[in-house]
């Protein structure tokens, strides 16, 4: 058996190393916002590009775009648009996402990529909230901490690597999240007290110049700290990336009064418009939760019951059979497993939870070729999945070619050596004759 903690301290050494070469090859640049020279980590095109690259995994991971429903994208997008073409860095490629996850969140991306939940909008009920929530993430874009923070974070991903990867406790957990490699990193960027305050300070700036009225925004920290009390599973991963002390609440409420705009009325006409879909589908969505909440305490049958009624409610949502399918699993019902995984996937051709659980399922079913096509369409999206390369691996261990099987235990080996994962590929390739 070897031994995690040492292994951890002399990977966090080894990613401190990284950290302080990078020191040494980065350079000076001027802060967009503050016009001081600052050590940033890479160009703003090495930004733009990396943002762009990684976008597309970031809302995979978090289900990709709650399904048809192309008024919520564009609405949300407008209001996104017109708060960073006001911002002080107009010229980045600005892009704006609600993402199918029913936690509370919202993040943002290096190079002006950024991301709500279904989970935070929908508990939402006026556009200068949403308003204050994008302002604020398109200021750590523009102050550039996504870029710093960025570089902490995702050397961190590769240095938690080092601990076993378990997909069933929660998606959202630092070691599911590593074993998406970069793409899981980024969304573990967090900040200090300093930059979320600076942010706030730009999201009222934007904001407030957009015409919206500031206590927009004293009313989401509001119901981030509601919920910090009543739901904290589902607020964790914004606070943890973005602190929540009360002198943030305080200022941002002082800030808002002293403006004439905190007088105005919340514009919400064209807010309960766009939100209609979402708002009719939330019991949908609530069993769903129910059902999730029922499979993390491994209470599968009851889970089970959860989750048809979510598709009863609901027959378009992919996750809901994905979700259903992994129940039935843990329950030994492989075949009807297999059905509502392959319901799944066809809901969501392009998606990698749906295809990562459909190859699972396949090859608890033994259906090798179906769960290699089933993990190979998930790889397409997140080539650097540990636990869906290991899958790939094993399937085509099953039924060859042979080369494939070495290609992918190799993979998830040097991904994530001291994972499960890692560790049986390793024993794996020894056994091929390989290394
Ligand atoms: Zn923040």
Not at 194 to 203: A, C
Not at 217 to 236: A, D, Y
Not at 263 to 274: D, E, G, H, I, L
Not at 369 to 390: E, Q
Request: net charge positive.
């Amino acid at each position: 058996m070897f031994n995690l903690r040492r292994k951890w301290v002399m990977q966090a050494a080894a990613a401190a190393l990284i950290v302080f070469l990078s020191l040494f090859l980065s350079a000076c640049a001027k802060n967009p916002v503050t016009g001081e020279e600052q050590l940033v980590f890479m160009s703003e095109p090495q930004e733009i590009t990396m943002g762009a690259n990684y976008y597309p995994q970031v809302i995979q991971l978090n289900n990709g775009t709650p399904p048809e429903d192309p008024q919520l994208q564009a609405y949300v997008s407008d209001v996104g648009q017109r708060l960073a073409s006001l911002s002080h860095r107009p010229h980045l490629p600005w892009q704006f996402t609600v993402v199918d996850s029913s936690q509370v969140n919202a993040f943002a991306l290096p190079g002006g990529k950024i991301c709500i939940t279904r989970g935070l909008i929908a508990k939402m009920n006026s556009e200068d909230e949403l308003a204050g929530v994008l302002g604020h993430e398109i200021g750590h874009v523009t102050a550039r901490h996504a870029v710093s923070a960025y570089t902490r974070q995702v050397l961190m991903a590769g240095a938690m690597l080092g601990l076993a990867i378990a997909l069933s406790d929660s998606d959202y957990a630092p070691a599911a999240l590593a074993a998406a490699g970069v793409a899981g990193g980024l969304m573990m960027l967090s900040y200090s007290r300093d930059q979320e305050r600076q942010s706030d300070e730009l999201g009222y700036e934007y904001m407030t110049k957009a015409g919206y009225n500031p206590m927009g925004m004293v009313k989401t920290f509001e119901l981030f700290q509601k919920m910090q009390k009543s739901e904290p599973g589902v607020v964790e991963g914004m606070l943890s990336s973005h602190p929540l002390p009360s002198e943030r609440i305080h200022a941002a409420e002082q800030r808002a009064l002293a403006s004439p705009l905190s007088s105005q009325p919340f514009k919400t006409a064209q807010f309960s418009r766009s939100l209609a879909r979402q708002k009719r589908l939330a019991p949908a969505y609530a069993q769903l939760d129910k059902a999730n909440a029922l499979a993390r305490k491994k209470q599968w049958s009851q889970a089970v019951v959860h989750y048809k009624k979510a598709i009863a409610m609901f027959p378009k949502e992919s996750m809901f059979y994905s979700r259903l399918a992994v129940a039935q699993m843990k329950q030994d019902q492989d075949a009807m497993a297999l059905k509502n995984a392959k319901q799944g996937a066809r809901l969501s051709e392009d998606g990698f939870y749906p295809n990562l659980i459909l190859g699972m399922v396949a090859n608890a079913n033994r259906k090798y070729s179906l769960a290699v096509d089933a993990h190979r369409k998930a790889a397409a999206v997140m080539p650097d999945h540990v636990i869906n390369n290991f899958f790939l691996a094993y399937a085509y261990d099953k039924t060859g070619p042979r080369y494939q099987a070495v290609t992918y235990y190799r993979k998830v080996k040097s991904a994530a050596p001291n994972s499960q994962y890692g560790q049986i590929a390793a024993k794996r390739l020894s056994q091929l004759g390989y290394n």
